[in-house]
């Protein structure tokens, strides 16, 4: 704005600041404003992982005195991701792993109710622990000979950031026969913390098979976690209550028919596809000409069968 001076006669252009802030100011008679610094604060002196035989997960294990607080006051972070908190005492506070990304446990951080700990910088700050994933069990424990979709429990192992296909398979985890060591998962995804899904190749896994987690960065596996082991057993069979594709009908123009038993309506999707390709109209694929009983006329005679969760597997005959 323009302004003249009262004292001098000079005339120019005045700016002025508003302060858009203030701050706080403490309202003692809501509640007490004063800081104190704690003298005893919990001190940390060590850091450990271990296998709760009795649970079946993982723990981080810290130890040292004057802890105070309760599981409620007091956390364990990795990579900013809180984890369980299962018991605290005046020397030991116990924390199941419950979310991490891929086996390693880094960038970790300890707070109790009076905040971080003495011994914090040495003990805990740069610490980082790699997991061995257990299998605790699979679910369900048969499956159809086309292939299957498996939800595997397997503690120590997350969701990796890069949850591409390619990446899982050369760094994922997967499921394998515990007795051989060989795969039998055609594609893996960890939808979760300690959560595996399996989609199994096709062909016969004989009954009663123990199945084995498996880490590729380890280039080993382990076997069932699970003193009932049975809940770690699979077998993929030809018989049994599960979806079968008898035949096939394109006399709707437009549109495939699918005939069969014990196809599942409610809870899932149904997807066809053929050659790799999801099949949604006769015009958006060149399919071959269907034969009698639903056998597909080509060089591999492929038999198709009915996912156990909704979608198309093909099967060789």
Not at 171 to 199: F, M, P, Q, W
Not at 204 to 223: D, L, R
Not at 224 to 244: D, H, I, K, M, R
Request: net charge negative.
């Amino acid at each position: 704005m323009d302004t003249t001076s009262k004292t001098d006669g000079l005339q120019g252009k005045l700016i002025v600041f508003l302060k858009t802030s203030e701050e706080a100011v403490c309202q003692p008679d809501n509640a007490p404003c004063q800081f104190n610094y704690v003298a005893n604060i919990p001190e940390v002196t060590d850091m450990v992982t271990e296998w709760d035989e009795t649970n079946l997960y993982w723990t981080v294990v810290v130890t040292g005195t004057g802890f105070t607080g309760t599981p409620a006051t007091t956390e364990l972070n990795v990579a900013g991701r809180p984890q369980t908190t299962v018991s605290v005492t005046s020397t030991k506070a116990i924390f199941r792993v419950s979310d991490i990304s891929g086996w390693t446990l880094s960038n970790m951080n300890v707070y109790f109710d009076v905040g971080l700990p003495k011994g914090f910088d040495t003990v805990v700050r740069g610490k980082s622990f790699e997991l061995s994933p257990r299998l605790i069990s699979v679910t369900p424990n048969v499956g159809s000979i086309g292939g299957s979709v498996l939800v595997a429990r397997v503690e120590g192992l997350g969701p990796l950031s890069d949850t591409s296909d390619a990446y899982w398979a050369l760094h994922g985890g997967t499921l394998v026969d515990n007795a051989t060591g060989t795969d039998i998962c055609s594609k893996v995804k960890v939808r979760s913390y300690g959560e595996l899904e399996c989609i199994t190749t096709p062909g016969v896994i004989n009954a009663s098979t123990v199945i084995g987690a498996k880490s590729y960065e380890e280039n080993s596996h382990s076997p069932c976690n699970n003193t009932n082991s049975a809940l770690c057993t699979y077998e993929q069979l030809t018989t049994g209550t599960f979806p079968v594709v008898t035949s096939l009908s394109d006399s709707v123009p437009g549109q495939i028919v699918f005939t069969g038993t014990n196809f599942f309506t409610t809870g899932f999707t149904a997807n066809a596809s053929y050659g790799g390709s999801l099949l949604t109209q006769l015009s958006s694929i060149q399919l071959p000409k269907p034969q009698p009983l639903g056998i597909l006329a080509s060089h591999l005679s492929p038999k198709p069968s009915l996912h156990p969760f909704g979608s198309l597997k093909q099967a060789q005959a």
